[in-house]
């Protein structure tokens, strides 16, 4: 057994990590994948595992349960824009529940929404917020915990409007605050069963798929022939890749493009980020210079007078052991250590004595990467991570002179290492500045650009035939816009946008009672979509199929509870067909 458990990994490591372990080769509860969970690393690693386990990363998401409970605050209550209209959060019987109804003039109930909370996501450094599930599907719940003021309030995108409980958890979001997520690409909330393989961040996310390791480490491999190249340790590999570890998720950018076919959990630590997603960025000027730092980490990092002195030797991880997450209290004289590895004390130009009487004393990290409030999340702080000089310390030239000639419009954060100069594909340029025209508009003349030389190029690529059919559609050309659309419906796995499009392109060429089973087939596709259904009832009004529009009003209804206008539309429909 043992010569056939060697044969094996000698297998796993000729292909790289990639390939799968036989059933019969261990006995982990991943058998099939190529993950062996942060449990399996702890039999080896239970110091760090433990440390880990305690860091924020490590705490990222958990499963509601009454002992987590207990260290909850599990009540509270919150008011709508619409006065009418609350939302409360509430625990029984080991269980965490949000509830949102509202009131009528008389006093008495119109609805009452009632979901169960099955995870909470954060650590609680800011807070933390919960998930609810309906069928297939994952959602945000309509509150959150935020710290700072102890109590319950809107989660973050709440302030804009009620979602109730559908607002969708996207791929791109929970793959950075959960292990292992089985979330459908595409699926707009949609997850495979179970949701997660892992909860919280783990051991994998930074050191790249186990199971071949621990299979190696079990059979004796690593003392007979050294280091095993199957696990990634990021302080043995270069600056540039072991920052893409940290960018997959502490790099936002203006546009994250995933390249064709790869989704977010395609990305290998140790392999360059850029090979699964591509981070572009809207080149800042002097007279508008950057002005976020929410998830722009790196970038912000990237221009402190320490990382451009060290030769872009400095990473991440020069100042962040991810292993280790030292307490309020321990902070200030824990960097002021990662600091002095380059400064020395006289560095400084403010006078020790004067330093040490600050509170807290001697903090480098408190006067050069001081924290602000966050303008997108409510009672939340982030750290700047440009490690300024002094307060009012200007941009460096180099932050408005970060283009390429290949690129001239963009700034690509994450180029393959060596591979600075060359333009990302085409594609992806095209997703990109069509991710950017609504809030960049100049970019329309450059993404009709790159759309033209890929109708040259790549005619056939259900994207771009897409893409294609978007501007036939906004130029009124809308036969060539069907044309279109139904070639890339034809090509792939559909997109809902296709069908959303298509439907238009043929409402607008007479065609109505052709879009509605388009429509049909769009909400089959994202069902928790509000804007799809009511579209698809204007539609059924307009063809005058009254009983069928009635009929999506009450789903719609049953859905999105919340919305007054669309229940007062189906009372005066109900009330119109009764007999009189």
Same mark, same amino acid.
């Given at each position: 057994m043992v010569v056939f458990l060697i044969s094996v990994v000698w297998a796993i490591h000729a292909h790289a990590r990639h390939t799968r372990v036989p059933a019969s080769a261990t006995q982990l509860q991943t058998v099939g994948s190529e993950y062996a969970g942060s449990e399996a690393c702890a039999q080896c690693h239970k110091e760090i595992y433990t440390q880990f386990s305690r860091t924020g990363m490590g705490r990222s998401m958990s499963r509601v349960t009454p002992a987590?409970?207990? @260290?909850?605050? %599990? /009540? !509270? /209550?919150?008011?709508?824009?619409?006065?009418? *209209?609350?939302? =409360?959060?509430?625990?029984?019987?080991? #269980?965490?529940?949000? $509830?949102?109804?509202? @009131? !009528?003039?008389?006093? #008495?109930?119109?609805?009452?929404? @009632?979901? =169960?909370?099955?995870?909470i996501v954060g650590a609680g450094e800011n807070g933390f917020g919960g998930l609810v599930k309906r069928d297939d599907y994952l959602f945000q719940a309509p509150l959150s915990f935020y710290s700072k003021p102890q109590s319950w309030g809107l989660s973050p995108g709440y302030e804009f409007g009620n979602y109730g409980f559908n607002r969708p958890i996207l791929p791109g979001c929970i793959f950075c605050h959960s292990g292992r997520p089985n979330a459908v690409p595409d699926g707009n909330g949609r997850f495979e069963n179970p949701p997660f393989s892992e909860l919280a961040i783990g051991c994998e996310n930074c050191h790249g798929p186990g199971l071949s390791h621990v299979v190696a480490m079990q059979t004796g491999f690593e003392n007979h022939q050294g280091h095993d190249p199957s696990i990634i340790n990021p302080a043995q590999l270069t600056p540039a890749l072991a920052d893409n570890i940290c960018m997959s998720c502490h790099q936002t950018g203006d546009a994250r493009v995933l390249k064709p076919g790869k989704d977010y959990t395609d990305f290998r630590p140790g392999t360059p980020l850029d090979n699964t997603l591509s981070i572009l960025m809207v080149p800042p000027k002097r007279d508008s210079p950057p002005q976020s730092d929410l998830l722009e980490h790196y970038y912000s990092m990237t221009l402190s007078k320490c990382y451009r002195a /060290?030769?872009?030797?400095? /990473?991440?991880i020069s100042c962040h052991d991810p292993h280790v997450e030292p307490s309020r209290a321990e902070a200030p004289a824990y960097f002021a250590k990662k600091c002095l590895a380059c400064h020395a004390e006289k560095s400084c130009k403010l006078p020790l004595e004067v330093r040490e009487h600050q509170q807290p004393p001697d903090d480098c990290a408190g006067c050069h990467m001081p924290k602000r409030d966050v303008r997108e999340i409510s009672h939340s702080s982030i750290t700047n991570h440009r490690i300024l000089s002094r307060p009012d310390e200007p941009f460096p030239d180099v932050a408005f002179q970060q283009t390429t000639p290949a690129l001239p419009d963009l700034i690509h954060l994450n180029p393959v290492p060596g591979r =600075?100069? @060359?333009?990302?594909? %085409?594609? $992806? *340029? *095209?997703? %990109?500045? !069509?991710?950017? *025209?609504?809030?960049?508009p100049e970019y329309v003349e450059r993404y009709f650009a790159v759309l033209g030389q890929l109708e040259r190029t790549q005619p056939g690529n259900p994207l771009v035939q897409a893409a294609l059919g978007n501007r036939d559609l906004q130029a009124g050309r809308y036969q060539d816009a069907v044309t279109h659309l139904q070639r890339a419906l034809d090509a792939v796995p559909p997109k809902t946008v296709f069908y959303t499009d298509l439907a238009e392109a043929l409402v607008k060429l007479g065609r109505d009672a052709e879009a509605v089973p388009v429509l049909r087939k769009a909400i089959d596709l994202d069902p928790f979509n509000s804007v799809l259904q009511r579209t698809l009832i204007v539609r059924l009004i307009q063809l005058k199929d009254y009983k069928s529009a009635e009929a999506a009003m009450e789903s719609y209804v049953e859905r999105f509870p919340q919305d007054s206008f669309m229940r007062q539309m189906l009372a005066r429909a109900r009330t119109a067909g009764q007999p009189k």
């Open positions: 987590l409970l207990k @260290t909850l605050h %599990a /009540s !509270g /209550s919150v008011e709508d824009k619409n006065p009418n *209209l609350r939302l =409360e959060v509430y625990a029984r019987d080991g #269980k965490l529940y949000q $509830t949102q109804y509202e @009131t !009528g003039g008389d006093g #008495k109930e119109v609805f009452r929404d @009632t979901r =169960e909370v099955e995870w /060290s030769g872009r030797g400095l /990473s991440c =600075e100069n @060359t333009p990302p594909p %085409a594609l $992806t *340029l *095209l997703q %990109a500045y !069509g991710e950017l *025209l609504e809030k960049h």
